[in-house]
Every structure is written in structure tokens, then in C-alpha cells.
């Protein structure tokens, strides 16, 4: 096992895992790749994502400016207005997870033939009673 996966595997409170959960969360996929086309507002930042509530939408956020990945402006005007945007670190974590999702996409028939065979073997294991591995 390489020195790198061993640092991030190295149990639930390291911080490179958190990292790494924070960018590939369900919901911090998504902003960051609505981010990485432009800098969005709130409201529409929850349109380009989704299905997100407004807190989950929230927490995100804070936990992607907390990281540095994505940078909060609060205009100075009545009613208030807030943009979003990625900091140079959030562009490059926006890069690698989009080209994560360009890869899952371009494989996803591939990925379905597997879990088809996958399933089918089993079903056969069991009617057929062979041990399981």
C-alpha cells in the first residue's frame, strides 16, 4: 500500500479523509462543478444543483468556505446579496472531481454490464447452492 493511501485511510478523523469527503460528498460534487462554470448566487446555485434543500445547500457551502474551496461575497446593498464562487483551490478540486465525473459518465454502461454479471452469479450461486466467496 502506498504511503498515500495509508495517510487517508488513516481513520475517520484524518484530515486528508475529510478533505476528501467534503469534495466528493453528494452535494459538494455538485456545487463545485455548478461553481466551476461561474460564480452563482444562492438561489440560483440551488437550482443548478438540484433537489438540495436550503440546508443542506448551507452547510455545504460553509463547509467548502471553511476548506478554502469556495469563497462567500456579501454585497453591501438592501436586500443583501450573496455570490459564490471557487477559490483558486476550489477550481482546482472542481477540475479533478469533474474529470471524476466525465470518467463515471463515459463508463457508466461498462460499470452496469459489470453489476448485471455481478448479480446474475449470485442469483446462479444461490439456485445452484454453490458456496459463497
Do not use: N
Not at 33 to 42: Q, S
Request: proline share 5%; hydrophobic share 40%.
Amino acid at each position: 500500500m502506498s504511503d498515500s493511501v495509508t495517510r487517508v485511510s488513516g481513520g475517520p478523523r484524518c484530515p486528508q479523509r475529510m478533505v476528501l469527503e467534503h469534495v466528493t460528498s453528494r452535494w459538494g460534487v455538485l456545487v463545485l462543478a455548478a461553481l466551476l462554470e461561474r460564480p452563482h448566487r444562492f438561489g440560483e446555485l440551488r437550482r443548478a444543483v438540484g433537489g438540495v434543500t436550503e440546508k443542506m445547500l448551507t452547510q455545504t457551502l460553509q463547509t467548502l468556505e471553511r476548506d478554502g474551496l469556495v469563497h462567500r461575497h456579501a454585497h453591501a446593498v438592501i436586500p443583501p446579496r450573496v455570490d459564490y464562487s471557487l477559490t483558486a483551490l476550489g477550481e482546482e478540486a472542481a477540475g479533478h472531481v469533474w474529470s471524476l465525473a466525465r470518467w463515471s459518465e463515459e463508463r457508466t454502461e461498462r460499470v452496469l454490464a459489470a453489476q448485471q454479471a455481478y448479480d446474475r452469479a449470485r442469483r446462479e450461486r444461490a439456485a445452484g447452492g454453490a458456496p459463497r466467496h
